[in-house]
């Protein structure tokens, strides 16, 4: 697919509406290219204009301060705010809620002010606006699907209803887990989690949430957020189910739901 | 002998407010051994999470049922206060039932909404013990409680109840008196629950039902005075402390972390080297290794816990059976609070005790299994913080140690080197795009 640039788009003169926010994981994990990939998608069928930092783009720092290296986080928030600044961003999309949290509650204090969405947020104001059109008796029209709060998203900002309204749009029939909205249970990998072994314990997180999960009877978990959804993924494999569930993220409905 | 009574009464009164002042002075010395920070901002804000969160208790309402019976324990203890004030008065000046004739009818009504406050707060007392002895509720069992913790809330709820029945036996006894006319005793009214009691008292003589009531008066009242002394020494100083908590809240939105401007103008500096004041002198410390190096705010955490366990029963690290509790960090937050408080009391200025809040009390191995999940602050009902405890010793343990586990290391010079916590060439962020 083609998508632009922010170093094209000025070479052009052009401005996007938005700065599409790709994220270490939507770039180079491939599990999350997907989603990456199926958030573009939407964009470009829609019409919406949006261009990507490409190479420009580096770690928000937010692992490395969760982990307690505030000079790392400092260092990557400064490289981030110099390019962002430079090409006068005013609003920016991210597929993943870390990124999300950084950029739009710890950047502001660093210089960089930005308005900055998630984009379980836009989807659903693509869908009210009529932008976004979704297929009669879609893929998961009537389907059980059960929504796995990211901590980032949810406790981290108060989204709870944006994601679970595009499902809505999509006709599915949505479960909810025991432990869900503020009450829902971490997948694990925060806080730097996500890139070191567990501590001694009984049980891994993700299979704890996992085992949450396929409790509810959904054939789809949705996620919205590339390491819930790794976590997730990884939890189904585990329980040996991933013939009857599936994870994936609301993007990656949407797109496939989309006229 | 009323002199005697009323020396003794005032006695008593001054002996005991002033070694809880003492001791309530102790406290507020110790919170603010902790790191300035203004948190006044936005005051109508902050009123209406005083009012919300702790006067309104709003988030022990997420479970309504266990929530009621808070209340009325909660409303009993405010309630009843305007009985002792009744009591302390009483004691002051030799009276008996001060307030009886000049409220009149009021009165009457008023006694009987403290009976059944009463009540309510011994059934509740009673139900909370069944939940943390019997049905053993899990948060309640919890290893962190071994030993006084545990000891502590029983004896609370102990103690409440003997309050309670004191109470309800002095009444009963003075309306047996009234009934016959005692002059000492003025008729004040039936009173609902002692009335339904005292057939159970009429065989008593005068003399026998007065030695009681006075038992009761006195044993109640000092009951109150010992517990205030208690407070501080227990989990439950969060009657007091859960209000100031609430008003001092962080309003910002849970994600947020604490900025460090030290090292933000550090970044700075190396970054943009024109910028650097001549003078900068580097900041004495990263994080927190100590009480020290915490916010007044988190001390005032960690005075307000009162241990229910909501937070380690919602982490998600605890309930896979890691070492971390959030409740056991506050826990050894105030421990080593009222270590170094003892340290000063000695010393008359805090020595060096060879001891840290990081690795004496509160292990590398719990600090590590937290995801920052922000489940722990989500669930405190007195707007407590173990997060942001658990982040500043983990900024201390990165930045003054270096000590990360191998992996996390590895990921640091990924993100130095890569822009990624990955080895991934940056030059293949794109690719996605490509293909």
């Not at chain 2, 000492?184 to 005292?198: E, I």
């Amino acid at each position: 697919m083609k998508v632009m640039t922010m170093a094209e788009m000025a070479m052009n003169g052009e401005t996007p509406e938005v700065l599409f926010w790709v994220g270490c994981a939507g770039s180079f994990d491939q599990r999350a290219q997907k989603i990456t990939k199926a958030f573009a998608s939407i964009l470009d069928k829609v019409g919406f204009s949006y261009a990507i930092l490409g190479k420009e783009e580096a770690c928000t720092g937010d692992p490395a301060r969760r982990a307690g290296n505030e000079f790392l986080f400092q260092m990557m928030a400064y490289q981030n705010i110099q390019v962002l600044n430079g090409y006068g961003i005013k609003k920016i999309v991210t597929t993943c809620p870390h990124c999300f949290n950084t950029l739009k509650n710890e950047y502001p204090e660093l210089g960089g002010n930005y308005e900055v969405i998630h984009h379980t947020t836009l989807l659903q104001q693509l869908i009210d606006e009529g932008r976004i059109k979704l297929k009669e008796g879609g893929s998961f029209k009537g389907k059980k699907i059960s929504f796995h709060d990211s901590c980032y998203l949810g406790r981290a900002n108060n989204i709870y209803e944006a994601p679970r309204k595009v499902l809505e749009a999509l006709d599915a029939e949505l479960v909810e887990m025991k432990r869900c909205r503020s009450k829902g249970l971490c997948c694990g990998a925060g806080g730097a989690q996500m890139f070191k072994e567990d501590e001694p314990g009984d049980k891994r997180i993700n299979i704890e949430r996992t085992d949450e999960a396929l409790a509810t009877g959904a054939g789809f978990i949705a996620a919205a957020c590339p390491f819930c959804n790794t976590m997730m993924t990884d939890g189904v494999k585990n329980r040996e189910k991933e013939q009857e569930v599936e994870v994936l993220d609301i993007a990656e409905m949407v797109a496939q739901s989309m006229i | 002998m009323q002199y005697i009574q009323q020396i003794i009464f005032v006695a008593v009164s001054a002996v005991s407010i002033w070694l809880f002042a003492r001791k309530a002075g102790e406290i507020r010395r110790n919170i603010f051994l902790g790191k300035d920070e203004n948190l006044n901002d936005y005051p109508s804000r902050r009123w209406k999470n005083l009012l919300l969160l702790a006067f309104g208790q709003k988030k022990m309402f997420s479970n309504p049922l266990v929530a009621i019976m808070h209340f009325i324990i909660y409303a009993g203890f405010i309630i009843i206060n305007l009985e002792v004030l009744e009591i302390v008065l009483d004691g002051i000046l030799g009276k008996h039932r001060l307030f009886a004739a000049p409220l009149g009818s009021l009165y009457n009504w008023l006694i009987n909404a403290f009976e059944f406050l009463a009540v309510g707060v011994l059934l509740v007392c009673i139900v909370f013990l069944c939940r943390r002895n019997i049905i053993k509720l899990k948060r309640f069992i919890g290893k962190d409680l071994n030993g006084w913790p545990r000891s502590d809330a029983n004896y609370i709820l102990f103690t409440e109840i003997v309050l309670m029945s004191l109470f309800l036996t002095m009444n009963v006894t003075d309306l047996v008196l009234q009934g016959r006319g005692n002059s000492h005793y003025p008729v004040t009214g039936q009173f609902y629950f002692s009335g339904l009691l005292s057939n159970l008292f009429t065989g008593l003589s005068d003399g026998t039902l007065v030695t009681i009531e006075r038992i009761c008066w006195w044993l109640h009242i000092v009951g109150i005075f010992a517990f205030l002394n208690y407070l501080p020494y227990s989990k439950h100083l969060h009657i007091m402390l859960a209000f100031p908590n609430a008003y001092y809240a962080r309003l910002e939105v849970q994600g947020k972390m604490k900025n460090m401007p030290s090292v933000q103008n550090e970044v700075l500096y190396a970054m943009q080297p024109e910028t650097a004041p001549t003078d900068a002198a580097p900041p004495a410390r990263f994080g927190a290794k100590d009480i020290f190096d915490l916010s007044w705010k988190n001390l005032m955490d960690a005075y307000s816990c009162t241990e229910c366990g909501r937070c380690t029963a919602a982490c998600p690290a605890n309930t896979t059976g890691k070492l971390l509790s959030p409740r056991k960090i506050m826990m050894a937050t105030r421990d080593r609070m009222e270590d170094v408080g003892k340290n000063i009391n000695a010393n008359k200025a805090f020595v060096d005790d060879g001891k840290s809040l990081l690795h004496d009390y509160i292990s590398v191995e719990e600090l590590r299994a937290c995801t920052t999940c922000n489940a722990c602050v989500e669930e405190c009902p007195v707007s407590i913080s173990p997060l942001e405890i658990i982040l500043e010793l983990r900024r201390s343990l990165i930045m003054e140690e270096s000590n990360a586990p191998q992996e996390w290391n590895g990921m640091f010079s990924n993100m130095e080197n890569n822009f990624a916590p990955w080895k991934f060439s940056p030059d293949e962020r794109d690719q996605w795009a490509a293909e």
